[in-house]
């Protein structure tokens, strides 16, 4: 029971009750103008992170760019993100016991923006982190390499936590991005693992469990075999191909290379090399 004078809910509504209907409407209005304050920097805070993962996706699609015009195949097969919903930060905010404050949210929630890349061959995965942590504006706060050292229900695949920097209009704000780096098998399994989890909620029968370690065994040995067949099928190509003399950039239309202007850059290159 509430007692009265005590300062709590009772007291709240007993000056509720006898408030005239010019200070109700000052403190609706109040209200409605804190709320909308919050609204616009939770408006802020939820952009950061869009920004910071369409400056991922940039740096992900050039480097796939990059690698298909030069070596006439990308690392890279597909890559897809997503940005968790307020909701979804709340609900992760309430389970860490993380404080409802914007500022500590970002500290301690380090995966409200997530994307994923998907690759051929597990030395792609390897070679695909490489490219990215070795940029100077992607500061790597963290790695875990489930692929050398696979979870025990055989989840693999390579996990980086980065930090990149968004400029906004009054501000330069450090955004983390979470990137999961695996194979086209390791994703397929990955995939259906979550389907069962969620549709178990968590309590999984102990056969499934097993079938599922299972399957990451089998998924693992048929990228082993993929990457030995790609590594033998290249070595059979021959060093030059038709299509040589042209230049190849994906994305546009195939340009002709003059012999006489290779000669020229050979020459220039030659002659800076002498002097």
Known sequence: MVEPGSGNYGDTRAV???ATPSELQAESDAEKARHHEIKTELTRFMMSYKF???EMMTKINILKEEFASIHDYSPIEHVSSRIKSPEGILNKALRKGCPLDLEDIRRQIQDIAGIRVTCSFISDTYRVLDMLTSQEDVTVLEVKDYVT???SNGYKSLHLIVAIPVFMSDRVEPVTVEIQIRT???DFWASLEHKIFYKYR????ANLVAELKEAADVANRLDIQMERLHNQVVALEPAARAGDDLLSIAGLTPFAVPTSLLEA?????ASDVTD
Do not use: E, L
């Open 52 to 54: 910071a993962t369409d």
């Open 202 to 205: 968590g309590v999984v029968p």
């Open 149 to 151: 050292n696979p979870k």
């Open 265 to 269: 850059i050979d020459r220039g290159r």
């Open 16 to 18: 509720a009750h006898d």
């Open 184 to 186: 086209v098998a390791m």
